[in-house]
């Protein structure tokens, strides 16, 4: 396993790479991928009023939302390391004057607190996965929780739970030559969590208290639509890049080969249906909870 340092330098470049794909995606990834994350905000229960932290924003739909919930008095930040997916969320949500949600651009790993801390409740969907240290990324996150404090969060478990992601990736990359390295063992990576125990030792080790695992099998359900579910998947998935460097002509052959791996998961006439197994990760920052 590659040491921190290039971790954090792999992960900061992949993602600068992948934001593009990211933000073409952001509608159709906000109408499609909101079970991912629905269990964690129905655990977390965002009360008007609280401040709530939403680590891995993305272009900023489930941040957004939790705005709406928490509004008038509360608010919420949207943190994550991609500037480019940042500035979009900023872009789709920021109402006149500045209103609305807050996001910014950074590091959790390496941040000494989250602007806007303390922070009432945290939200993450499938981002500490992601992390190239997640005990120092969830360190942050603890500081920047006021005494009490939630944390519901959701991450991928094995592949074999979730097999229409790499179903996805290995139908394109046939056609897009080199792609990113896949992860080796604990490195970042969707199925970095796969591992409840492991999940356990990272949250102890960050400091939090009453630590639950808990395992959730939903489906996404994207409409007939082949061309644009299989460009969906490819451009939020590791070939994203290549997909989008590649000529006309060989993203239609990537589209294809992800469609001939994906036909399993198609019911013609009414779309596809994702079936995803989770980990609803909740925690609290001290064993003094006050909800």
């Known amino acids: 396993m590659a040491d921190i340092a290039t971790l954090r330098a792999r992960n900061a470049d992949f993602w600068a790479r992948m934001a593009p794909g990211w933000v073409n995606q952001a509608d159709r990834h906000d109408e499609i991928a909101r079970p991912l994350g629905a269990v964690a905000i129905d655990w977390l229960r965002p009360q008007s009023g609280e401040r709530v932290l939403d680590v891995g924003c993305g272009c900023g739909g489930t941040t957004a939302e939790i705005a709406r919930a928490v509004a008038p008095s509360g608010s919420a930040v949207g943190l994550d390391l991609a500037e480019a997916m940042v ?26 607190a989250v602007p806007g801390a303390p922070f009432d409740a945290v939200y993450s969907r499938m981002t500490l996965m992601l992390l190239a240290d997640p005990v120092a990324g969830l360190a942050t996150v603890r ?31 046939a ?27 990272v ?13 959730y099998d939903v489906a996404l359900n994207a409409p007939d639509d082949p061309e644009a579910v299989t460009e969906w998947l490819i451009e939020i998935g590791p070939a994203g890049a290549a997909y989008r460097d590649a000529e006309p002509t060989i993203q239609g052959h990537a589209r ?11 019911t013609a006439g009414t779309g596809y249906r994702l079936p995803t197994g989770l980990w609803l990760i909740t925690a609290y920052s001290d064993g003094n909870r006050t909800t």
């Open 87 to 112: 500035a979009t969320a900023r872009d789709r949500f920021t109402g006149p004057g500045g209103a609305g949600p807050r996001f910014v651009a950074g590091d959790i790993e390496t941040l000494d």
């Open 143 to 173: 500081r920047s929780m006021r005494a009490g404090a939630r944390l519901a969060a959701t991450v991928f478990r094995d592949g074999r739970a979730n097999p229409w992601l790499p179903a996805a990736m290995l139908g394109a990359a």
């Open 175 to 201: 056609h897009l030559g080199p792609l990113p390295s896949l992860p080796i063992g604990d490195e970042p990576g969707p199925f970095a969590f796969a591992d409840a125990t492991r999940v356990t030792r």
């Open 203 to 215: 949250l102890t080790a960050a400091g939090f208290a009453d630590i639950g695992i808990h395992p």
């Open 256 to 266: 294809a080969g992800s469609a001939r791996l994906l036909e399993r998961f198609r």
